[in-house]
């Protein structure tokens, strides 16, 4: 008994091995291409945030503009392999799994990828051309803006991972009531505390300026609405089907 279980741990090690060395070939073989790619991924990036005002953003040392185009490779080549990456350790997975854990599993996978997504390109195509405008609004006759081509994409990431991290609430607060952790009717009667601790995230997440926390706080309340109206809903369903398990057993005991 001792050796079949064993001989298990041994074949999953194995298992969780070789799907460990895929995704790093994947990596490996994909790598070269996003580092041919990367140069006009950062000009793309660049264009972007700088929106339609013509402002430049300077570099201060020699490798500074070469180590920005790896991270955008590392990045850029986790982005591409990622798909692939998923379906193997979904492969690993999902053999252990019962087929309602299977689609609940897959379901919050995709809705998590697929918001987070949703925050970080939000952040680079409507948040950072706004943050930049609003630093060149300082600019005077005698006060010059000057943009650290590091500063400002490091500032991007940052917040685009921010960005991905808050616009999880929808999954958030059906989580929070379908485990039974705090009611659809408490949480609905705390939206007041719910605005405070939402406009102190986002305060921390993004620069000290009032417009860019809103641009987070906004969808970021949205979308809390939006879990709250499928916890709802969820809720409803719940009830519907404890009903007619009632009505069942009274019909039985009938």
């Not at 997504?117 to 680079?124: N, R, V």
Request: aromatic residues 12%; charged residues 15%.
């Amino acid at each position: 008994m001792v050796d079949n279980k064993d001989e298990s741990l041994i074949s999953h090690l194995e298992a969780l091995r070789e799907t460990l060395l895929k995704c790093l070939i994947s990596l490996c073989i994909v790598i070269p291409f996003t580092l041919w790619l990367s140069p006009y991924a950062l000009n793309f990036l660049v264009k972007v945030i700088a929106g339609s005002d013509k402002v430049s953003f300077n570099f201060f040392s020699p490798m500074e503009v070469f180590m920005l185009q790896l991270k955008a490779a590392l990045l850029l080549d986790v982005i591409v392999c990622f798909p692939y990456m998923a379906k193997k350790i979904w492969d690993f997975i999902l053999p252990a799994l019962y087929d309602n854990e299977k689609k609940f599993i897959k379901t919050v996978v995709f809705a998590s990828t697929f918001l987070f997504l949703l925050g970080a390109c939000f952040c680079i195509f409507v948040i950072m051309p706004i943050v930049v405008k609003f630093g060149l609004s300082f600019a005077g006759e005698n006060i010059t803006p000057v943009f650290g081509l590091s500063n400002i994409i490091n500032l991007t990431l940052v917040m685009a991972a921010s960005f991905g991290a808050m616009f999880q609430m929808p999954l958030i607060t059906i989580a929070l009531v379908k485990s039974g952790v705090i009611s659809y009717e408490s949480l609905s009667d705390k939206r007041p505390y719910v605005i405070v601790i939402i406009l102190i995230l986002a305060a921390i997440f993004t620069p000290p300026d009032v417009i860019s926390q809103l641009m987070l706080g906004t969808p970021t309340y949205l979308l809390f609405e939006a879990g709250l109206l499928l916890a709802r809903k969820y809720k409803n369903q719940e009830k519907c089907l404890t009903d007619e398990n009632y009505q069942e057993v009274e019909q039985n005991n009938e």
